[in-house]
Structure formats: C-alpha cells, structure tokens
C-alpha cells in the first residue's frame, strides 16, 4: 500500500529482448517499474470485494488469483486514517509523518530544533552519549527520515544505520522512547519495497519481534502488579490513582512502540518468505495478545495484520490456539 494517499503499489518488471533471425537472444535488458493505482472512490461504506474485483480487472499486471491479497490491503487502506504530506516545511512543522496513523514519538514533543541532513552524523554521535542524548539524537534522525525525499540520502550513511542499529539490538531496555525512535526510522524505510533488503540487511525484523516479546511479557507483569495492589487498597483510594496514571502512561509508550512495529513488520511480510520466517517466532501469538488492549489504532493495525495472515490454514489454526 501507499505510505501516504489511498493507493496501490505495484511492483513489476519489464523485460525486452532482441532476437535474431534464429531466433537467438542478441540482446536483453529488464528494468524494474513501479505503477500506482489511486483509489479516489474508496470510503467507508465501499464493497471491498467488489473493488478489488474491479482493480484487478482494469489493472492486467495483477493476477486474478491475488484477489484475496488485493482485499486485504483495500481492507486496511479502508481503515487507515487519512495521510497528507506537505512538500513544503514550516519551523512549526518540521515534517509531516509518513503515515498520521502511527502517533508522533512523544519525544519529539519536546524538540524545538529543526533537523538538517547536513547534521546527521552529529546526530548519529549523540548515540553514544547519555540515554537522554540518545533518545534526541534518533529523534532528530527521525525528523528526516519522515521526509521520503530523503532516505536516499541517509541511505548512503552505512555509520548512521549502524549505530542505529547497535542501539536498537543492545541498548532498547533503556527506554522505550528510545526503541520507538529508532523502529520508527526503519518503518520509515520499509514503507518502500525497494528498501526491504535495506531493513533485512540489518535484521531490523527479527529484533522488533524479540523487542515485542519482551513488552508482552512486561505487559503482562504490569497486569498482575496492578491487580495485586488493586486488592490491598480500596478502589477510591489516592493512591490507586497514582497506580492507575502510572501504569497509563506506561501502556501508551508501549503501545506507541507496539503499533510503529507491527506496522513495520507488516510492510516487510509483503514478501511471503518474510512472513514464514515472522509465523515460526510466534508473530500470530503476539497479534491475538494485542487484541486485549484499548487503542483503537493499534487494534485496526493488529486486525488487519491477521486478515492478511489468514490466507493460510496453518495462520487460522495458529489463532484458533491462540485464542
């Protein structure tokens, strides 16, 4: 799907050859292409079936039997929130996100500085100082790779993404804000197809499913401390509250991190290896955990990710056990 604007991607190569007059190859070239179907009519109370019906039929580089695949991605284009990106920047607003529907890392809250790519490495620098020096210095990275114009160029800083990536797989206990930032910036980049090798390069992937793991099960720590504590004090108490506000504000960054990276992952299961390799670490469990929590926007993301999965008798036997 499109990062920003109710549309399809298709990706698809052309191939053209020069034959001679036996028939012989002489000469061959393949170049890869992109088209973009843009879905105007596509609302709330669209017939999903019946579109995907009508995309494949006017549009011949998708296979009849991609039917399902195509309703899918309709289905969730449907619920995505509204995107715009503005191609011109404001002090007051640095860069529109990607996507509006991932929420905006809190961090950023508190930046006032405007990135520039000519301070990137600057940035990267601040990866290895203190927690708070990291967490504004991937920030910052953030602030650009927002900008799709400008991941080619961060793209080509092989020091920037390799410490983005040591912190990520090392140091992303330290603080949730921090891992955000940083799963955030390669969501950035699996937007695009052609950056998935990219992403797999430094096995962004399988790191995001350890990371999420790890906050299922501190999810579920969090449950438990909080009904221990609910049974030793009356409900009405000032202190409940305290409990109760302490462990908002802890459910919302994680699940701030938690939609970046499903999202993440979900744009890297576009390749169906991907997504075998992401079935074998349990990702079908980790959806049907995230069923139980509040946020509507994480909710959609979560369903939508296990319509896609539910192509395959083996993902619905998976859910049915999890459940």
Request: aromatic share 8%; glycine share 0%; net charge negative.
């Amino acid at each position: 799907v499109h990062p920003t604007e109710k549309a399809l991607i298709v990706n698809y190569s052309i191939e053209a050859t020069v034959l001679d007059e036996y028939q012989n190859t002489m000469i061959g070239d393949k170049k890869d292409a992109q088209k973009i179907i843009r879905l105007k009519s596509l609302s709330p109370s669209t017939d999903i079936r019946a579109l995907a019906k009508e995309v494949i039929n006017r549009c011949k580089l998708i296979h009849p039997t991609k039917l399902v695949e195509v309703e899918q991605l309709l289905f969730y284009l449907q619920n995505r929130r509204d995107t715009n990106l503005t191609s011109e920047a404001t002090p007051s607003d640095p860069q529109k996100p990607i996507s509006d529907e991932l929420e905006q890392p809190s961090i950023d809250s508190q930046i006032n500085e405007i990135a520039s790519l000519n301070d990137i490495d600057d940035y990267a620098e601040m990866l290895y100082e203190n927690v708070p020096e990291k967490i504004k210095g991937s920030a910052l990275i953030l602030q650009l790779a927002r900008n799709p114009d400008n991941l080619s160029e961060i793209i080509q800083k092989e020091s920037v993404l390799n410490v983005l990536t040591r912190v990520y797989k090392e140091e992303w206990n330290q603080s949730i804000e921090l891992a955000t930032n940083i799963v955030y910036i390669f969501f950035c980049f699996s937007s695009f197809t052609d950056f998935h090798p990219l992403v797999s390069q430094y096995r962004i992937g399988a790191q995001t499913m350890t990371i999420i793991e790890a906050e299922m099960k501190k999810y579920d720590q969090w449950m438990e401390e909080i009904a221990r504590e609910q049974k030793k004090k009356p409900r009405d108490t000032r202190a409940n509250i305290t409990i109760d506000n302490k462990y908002k504000v802890l459910i919302r960054k994680q699940e701030q991190f938690l939609r970046v990276a499903f999202y993440l992952l979900l744009n890297l299961a576009e390749d169906l290896k991907v997504e075998l390799k992401m079935r074998n670490k349990t990702i079908i469990s980790h959806l049907i955990h995230a069923l139980d929590r509040d946020n509507n926007d994480l909710l959609i993301l979560v369903v939508s990710f296990l319509k896609k999965l539910s192509v395959f008798v083996e993902n619905k036997n998976d859910m049915v056990s999890s459940s």
